[in-house]
C-alpha cells in the first residue's frame, strides 16, 4: 500500500488515508487500496474500524481534481461509480465504523465520512460538498446521505452553494457527535472505539443492521426487522455469558463474537 495504512489493536483497527502532500485526496489509486483494506477486514477479530486522515490538516480535501479534469461524461461516471462502491463497502460493513475528521473534510472527504456510522471531528475540521464551484455534482453519496444526516434544506444549502462549515457548526446540525482538540482527536476515537469493541459482537453488528435497515421502511416494517436482530441474538455464547454473568452480578467474561 502506498496511501493506506492499516492497523490493528485490542479488536479495532484504524485505516490512515496517508497522501499528504495532496492533502491526502483521492485518486484512482486510494480508492482501490481503501477497497483491498476494507476486504481484508478479519471481521471475527475486528469489532470497529476507525478512518482518517494523515497529519492535522486534513482528514481527505476531496477527490484528486488533477484526475478528474479530463475525464468524460463516461469515465466521470464510472469514476463516480468507482468511489461511490467503495464507499457503499465501508457503509455496509458489519461493524461500525468512526471518522475522526482531524482537517479538511471537503468533497470526497465529507462523502467519506457520511459513510462511516459515527463523526467526531477536531477543532480545525470543515466539512463541505464545494462541486459546484468547480462544475460538478458530488458522485460519491453526498447527495444522498447528507441530506439523510442533517435534513434536505440544510443539506441543500451546503450542496447549492458549496460553502464549508467549521467543526462547531457541524456539531450543531448533528453532522458530528463531538468536538474536540487536535491532540485529543485520536485518544478519543480510539477510546470510543474500545468502548464498542468490549461489547458483544453480535449485539451490536446486529444493532447496526436493525438501525440502517429501518431507516429504509416504515416503523411497523422497522419494529419487525428491530423483532428479527433481537431474536437473532438469542442463543448465542455472548448473550448466555452476558445474561447470566448478570444474574451471578459479576463481569462478564470477555465476549467471543460467537
Known amino acids: 500500500m502506498d496511501f493506506v495504512k492499516y492497523e490493528t489493536k485490542e479488536h479495532y483497527a484504524i485505516l490512515t488515508i496517508d497522501r499528504p502532500k495532496a492533502l491526502n485526496a483521492l ?17 471475527m477479530d475486528i469489532r470497529c474500524l476507525i478512518i482518517t486522515g494523515a497529519g492535522n490538516k486534513s482528514f481527505v480535501a476531496g477527490a484528486d481534481i488533477a484526475e478528474m479534469a479530463n475525464l468524460t461524461q463516461r469515465t ?27 482537517g479538511y ?9 457520511l459513510c462511516c456510522d459515527i463523526r467526531i471531528a477536531s477543532e480545525n475540521a470543515r466539512f463541505g460538498q464545494p462541486e459546484v464551484t468547480l462544475g ?10 447528507l441530506a439523510r444526516i442533517i435534513g434536505t434544506g440544510k443539506a441543500k444549502e451546503m450542496l447549492y452553494t458549496g460553502r464549508t462549515i467549521d467543526a462547531h457548526e457541524a456539531h450543531r446540525l ?3 457527535n463531538n468536538v474536540y482538540s487536535s491532540d485529543e482527536l485520536m485518544p ?5 472505539a474500545a468502548t464498542i469493541a468490549a461489547n458483544a459482537p453480535i449485539a451490536v453488528q446486529n444493532t447496526k443492521c436493525a438501525v440502517n435497515e429501518g431507516k429504509q421502511v416504515d416503523i411497523d416494517s422497522a419494529l419487525t426487522i428491530e423483532a428479527h436482530y433481537f431474536g437473532n441474538c438469542f442463543e448465542t455464547q455472548d448473550q448466555m455469558e452476558g445474561m447470566k454473568a448478570f444474574l451471578e452480578h459479576r463481569q462478564h467474561e470477555d465476549f467471543t463474537n460467537n
Not at 82 to 100: H, N, T, W
Request: glycine share 12%; with cysteine.
Open 105 to 113: 473534510a471537503l468533497g470526497g472527504g465529507c462523502e467519506l465520512s
Open 188 to 192: 478519543a476515537a480510539e477510546k470510543l
Open 27 to 43: 485518486n484512482s489509486q486510494v480508492l482501490e487500496e481503501i477497497d483491498t483494506v476494507i476486504d481484508a477486514i478479519d471481521l
Open 174 to 176: 448533528l453532522l458530528v
Open 136 to 145: 460538478i455534482t458530488p458522485g460519491f453519496g453526498g447527495t444522498q446521505r
Open 76 to 102: 466521470g461516471e464510472q469514476f463516480g461509480r468507482k468511489g461511490s462502491a467503495v464507499f457503499r463497502k465501508i457503509a455496509r460493513l458489519p461493524i461500525p465504523v468512526i471518522a475522526a475528521v482531524n
